[in-house]
T-cell receptor, first 114, second 111 residues
Framework: DGGITQSPKYLFRKEGQNVTLSCEQNLNHDAMYWYRQDPGQGLRLIYY???????QKGDIAEGYSVSREKKESFPLTVTSAQKNPTAFYLCASTLGRQGWDGYTFGSGTRLTVV | EDQVTQSPEALRLQEGESSSLNCSYT??????LFWYRQDPGKGPEFLFT???AGEEKEKERLKATLTKKESFLHITAPKPEDSATYLCAVQGSSNTGKLIFGQGTTLQVKP
């Protein structure tokens, strides 16, 4: 079955440590997105990529980095510069680059700072 | 600024008690309004896309409607398995690929 796979499901980060969240899709979708979800808040866009080797900052990109070396992969690195990284992270993709066909989401990664 | 507000934040219903969830939005040039269902600890699951005022879509006990300022998700005779958080999101003509999400409505249906 086609879909989006996020790993790991749970991730613990120590202070000052960089961690990378994996997102892989086998839907042949062009565009991929990373959102952050906090309790009581709407999903907020971190980064998105419409084509390979190109990506744009979203609303809350500070402290995060991404790469898009392959169409099916869009990993997110949470750096030590992100002061409050504890959250639920969601990866999504859309068939078209404009994203007008709606998102398919992965199952999420819960990141906790210890 | 594009904005989405959902109400109520939480809703408790008895099984079989119909109700509606509201999604009010402000967006420049609506391209689409989306409804998702999210279970605890999981990613959102797509329900509906609405594109223009007056449009309606149905799926089992759910019916989504759209006006120029808001959308409603009507739940008819809900069952406990309908318990989840329902998310509304909009995409405007100026926001390539970006969805603006509301904070969600958490629905609990008691047997």
């Amino acid at each position: 079955d086609g879909g989006i796979t996020q790993s790991p499901k749970y991730l613990f980060r120590k202070e000052g440590q960089n961690v990378t969240l994996s997102c892989e899709q086998n839907l042949n979708h062009d565009a991929m997105y990373w959102y952050r979800q906090d309790p009581g808040q709407g999903l907020r866009l971190i980064y998105y990529s419409q084509i390979v080797n190109d990506f744009q900052k979203g609303d809350i990109a500070e402290g995060y980095s991404v790469s898009r070396e392959k169409k099916e992969s869009f990993p997110l690195t949470v750096t030590s510069a992100q002061k409050n990284p504890t959250a639920f992270y969601l990866c999504a993709s859309t068939l078209g680059r404009q994203g007008w066909d709606g998102y398919t989401f992965g199952s999420g990664t819960r990141l906790t700072v210890v | 600024e594009d904005q989405v507000t959902q109400s109520p934040e939480a809703l408790r219903l008895q099984e079989g008690e119909s109700s509606s969830l509201n999604c009010s939005y402000t967006v420049s040039g609506l391209r689409g309004l989306f409804w998702y269902r999210q279970d605890p600890g999981k990613g959102p699951e797509f329900l509906f896309t609405l594109y223009s005022a007056g449009e309606e879509k149905e799926k089992e006990r759910l019916k989504a409607t759209l006006t120029k300022k808001e959308s409603f998700l009507h739940i008819t005779a809900p069952k406990p398995e309908d318990s989840a958080t329902y998310l509304c999101a909009v995409q405007g003509s100026s926001n390539t690929g970006k969805l603006i999400f509301g904070q969600g409505t958490t629905l609990q249906v008691k047997p």
